[in-house]
């Protein structure tokens, strides 16, 4: 099932340089980096193994305008900023819900 966290909210007026993906497998789910997001880009989405205990965030790259302060202010320094493109096909490998619309396999490694 793939959720649509984007219905509710306004695109971004251009694109950014850079984007923030989270790396899921290091995610703790503590959701630090929202309460830091100046445009609501991020939320909270079911992990793998237990989807009602083991909650994560995900990074709406449709959304993201690269001020890089989740990255900055992650405690478990799991978000990375990537260069736009980089960041866009970096991003279904790490999450567990793919930003693309697709579920991915989550890398253990950076």
Not at 19 to 39: N, R, S
Not at 65 to 82: R, S
Request: hydrophobic share 35%.
């Amino acid at each position: 099932m793939t959720v649509d966290i984007t219905a509710h909210k306004p695109a971004r007026k251009k694109e950014p340089k850079e984007l923030a993906v989270v790396h899921q497998a290091g995610c703790t789910g503590c959701e630090a980096c929202i309460a830091f997001c100046p445009v609501d880009c991020i939320e909270i989405v079911p992990g793998l193994i237990h989807p009602e205990m083991n909650k994560l965030v995900e990074i709406d790259l449709d959304r993201c305008i690269g001020c890089k302060l989740c990255a900055k202010y992650c405690p478990w320094e799991t978000i990375d900023m990537y260069p736009h493109d980089e960041g866009w096909k970096i991003a279904p490998r790490v999450t567990s819900r793919s930003v693309c619309g697709q579920a991915a396999d989550v890398e253990t490694t950076a």
